[in-house]
Structure formats: structure tokens, C-alpha cells
């Protein structure tokens, strides 16, 4: 059935007007409710500044008799549209939500992310909290949540018992007060994911989390990511995460992990059957704790996704990793970048992820790998059939031996995301990309990173330009040059926009410090007044 929009700024008399006569209808179709306040970089000041978002579809009674195929698809949907309000708009009130839930009895879903206004006033929604006791997913992540908030939301958890979702993350107060929060979680709790990104949680807090997690038997997904202090208290956590044998992800990023840490997390690794995806990136002190543990974490056999990066990865490290992540035969995802140890060690481990048919994204920029480590690679690639992202920035080596890619670039029938970003790439690496792209390859590409690539020359730009226009499904484009490099744009340039005219899915060209003459200047003008729309041309930095 169709719905009708209704306004944030409507006023609790107009919404309770409004739905009055559809009262009925509306007990009997679930909702989602959401109001968000995202974060939008102006433009002309560079900040970033809060605009609001809240549009609610409502049960139109006026529109019952539209077609049974629209029916089905909107009948239970509720959409959110963004729109930026003007100076006379008043910022949202927490009565505007307090105002709606009494009339939304089945109501499943409240996103109220994003609100620095919630902030001390969540009691006023709290306390209304047992008339959507239907709730399945409560969001309130970066609202300045008060001590009082946090006090309060933990009791109004007892009246939604249904709760399957609880993101608090970006919430500083929640740190110290995490019993306070979930103390209500009982047996047979519902709750399958269950997020606390950068909560400034303490050792106390992840102690807490240990215990509490044997209760949680639905958990699905964990994300503690961005809590440093937690590492201490690992031991605890590890000792819960043996009982959530339902577990699919687990994230803790940035969470202050040592050596000692991936003992304990191997241990634990056995009883996570189910798991799809592991973050452990930005551990810094992890480094060394592979060396004598890793075997357990091939027991995941369903794992997808492999988060390493920033993880100070040891020789030692790649040696044991070397052993076990070829086993992980469903892997998709694997980020080992900015572990720069691995350049002169990872020759075998690179040559073995041959062995993984399934990996569509793998990631290993900055890790100053070596001709003889990226030789390994570029064989092991022909045999990724599925690679859709391909990441190899911030490895010099790469430059001048762009060849070796060369059968992996024409078999790739699945790339979308190519970065090469400061690989030291020559003018002949870039006219080898163009004559793959002029042979009909990499049609799928969709984003192509070459920037920071200074030592290319105009002639090369130029062969690169030409065939641009072959890349049908390409969206991003940058060529930009380094920080401390400026210089003089070539007639290149009106290949490029020759064929950006030409590519249908194009939105932004990224040619930072590029220095145009006046006459380009003024065609890039022209081009700019012709698509502003759909392309940003962005050439900031120019002298």
C-alpha cells in the first residue's frame, strides 16, 4: 500500500490529526522510524556541518486501492530522505519523538544516530519505551549521551524484550556504565547485534562484557572496535566469546590488542564455527603474537573477511600466516596493508593466495613489498578469478614492473576498484594500462586510482587519455599529484575531458595540483558549467 509523507517539523496536533483515521491500519503494519542527523562538509567552508534527516512514510487510507504489486513492495517499508534545512528551520525536538511513538504500537525500528540534541534528554523517549515494546532495533549511536541518559536507557531495555539490535557506538559516557546499560540482558536474550564503536569503555567494562556474554546466545555480530582499554580485560572477553557459538562477526579494531591477545583469541577461535568476519586491524602490539599460535584460526573455516592491517605483522608472523590462510578456501576479503615488515618475508604467503578461488577484495598497499614479493603476487593473481578490488598502493616496486600484471589485468573480467596510488609508475607502465583498457579488458572497472604517480610524462597522459573512454562503468578517476609536486597541464588534458564526455557513470575526476594554462582553464570552465550536475571536477590545490 502507498504511504504519505509527513515533515519533521510537523507539530504533535498535525501528526495526531493525520493519523487518527488510520489509527487502525496502522496496528497492524510494522514501521521503522528514523530520524538522523548526518554530517555534510560544506563546500565553500570546508567543515562539517549537522543536517537533518527525517522523513516518515506513513499508511495513506486515501491510496489503498493502488496497484497490489505497489502494495507488496511498500507496504512495510519506511524511508528516510535527507534534505538540508534552511536558517528558518528549527532544529529537531526530542518531543517530536515522543509526540509519535504512542501511535506507533508495532513500531520495529528507532534510529535516532547523529542527534547531539538527544543528549540529555533521552529520558523523555525512554520513558515511552513500553509502548513500542515490539522494538527489534534501536540505534542511538553519536547522540552525546549523559550519564543520566545511559542510567535510563538501561531500565527502558526491560520493556523491549524483543530487542535484536543496539548500537550505542560514538557515545563517550557509555564507558564505566556498561552493567548499568545491559544488566537487564537476561537468558534467552534476543539480541543479535550488538555495537560499542569508540564508547571509551574501560577494563571494568570488558570484564563485564565477558560475563554477559555466555547470556547472549542469539549474538550475531560484536563490534567493540576503538577501545583501547579493553585489551587488558581480553582475557574475560575471550573467556564469554566461547559461548556465542552463533557468532558471524567479530570487530576489535584500535582495541589496545598485545602479543598475548592472539594466544587468547586462538583459544577461542574453535568454538566460533559460524564466523564470517574478523577485525583485529590498528593492533599495533599484535605484532609477533603469530608466531607461535595462528593454527586454531584455520578452524574458521567459513570465514570471509580478514582484517590484519596495521598490525606491525613480524616476519615470524607471515611465516605462521603462511600455513593457514591458504586454508581459508570461503576467504572474500583479505587486508594485510600498511604491515611493512612483509615486503622481503610474504614471497610465499602472496604465492599461496592462489589457493583462495573465493577472494574478491585483497588489499596490501604499504607494505614495501620487493620485486621478488610482488613477482609472487602478480602469478598468484592470475589465479583470483573473482577479484573485484585490487589494492597494491604505496608499493615503489610496483613501478616499471606493471607488466607482471599484465595477464591478471586481462583476465580480471571482475575488477571494479584498481589502486595504484605512489607506485612510482613510469610512462610505460601507464601505456601498458592503456593498450589492456584499448583491447576491451577491464570493462567492469568502475574506480581507478593512478595518483601520486609524478614521473609519468605528458606523452604517457596522453595514450592513457585517448582510451579512457573505453571504461563504460567507471565512477572515479584520480590522477592527482603529490602534495609537494605542482606542475604544467598538457594538451593531455583535452583528451580527458574529450572522454569523460563519453562515459555515462562518471562522477568525479580527482587531478589535484595539475596547473592549467588559460586556455584550458576556461574549457574546463565550459565543462563545468555544462555537467555540474553529475561530475565534480576536483583541482584544488592548484597554484
Known sequence: MALQRMALHSSPKEILENRRQQDVLLRKTSFNLTMSQTRKKSSSEGETKPWTSFVNRFLSSSKLRSSKAKSRKESNDLETTDFQPSDETQKPAPLDTVALLPFLPDLEKLDISWNDFVGGTLPLITEQMHLVNKLKSLRLGSCRLTTDDVRALGEALKAIPDLEELNLSWNSKVGGNVPLILQEFQAGSKIR?????????????????????????????????????????LNSIAQGLKSTSSLKVLKLQSCGLSQKSVTLLDAVFRYLSELRKLDLSCNKELGGGFEDSPAQLATLEHLEVLDLHQCSLTAGDVVSLTQVIPLLSHLQELDLSANQKMGSSSENLLSRLRFLPALKSLLISNCALERETFTALAEASIHLPALEVFNLSWNKCVGGNLKLLLETLKLSTSLQVLRLSSCSLVT???????????????????????????????????????????????????????????????????????SVTRLPEITEIGMKRWILPPSLEEELECFDRDHRSSIRFDHGGCQ
Open 428 to 498: 610505460e607502465d601507464v601505456a601498458l594500462l592503456a593498450s589492456v583498457i584499448q583491447t576491451g579488458h577491464l570493462a567492469r572497472l568502475q574506480k581507478l586510482d593512478l595518483s601520486y604517480n609524478d614521473s609519468v610524462c605528458d606523452a604517457g597522459w596522453a595514450i592513457f587519455c585517448q582510451n579512457l573512454w573505453l571504461l563504460k562503468e567507471l565512477t572515479e578517476l584520480d590522477i592527482s599529484l603529490r602534495p609537494s609536486t605542482f606542475r604544467d597541464c598538457g594538451q593531455w588534458f583535452r583528451h580527458l575531458l574529450c
Open 193 to 233: 547485534m550488538l555495537e560499542l564503536v569508540d564508547c571509551a569503555l574501560t577494563s571494568e567494562d570488558g570484564t563485564f562484557m565477558g560475563q554477559l556474554l555466555p547470556v547472549l546466545q542469539s549474538l550475531e555480530v560484536l563490534d567493540l572496535s576503538m577501545n583501547r582499554n579493553i585489551g587488558g580485560s
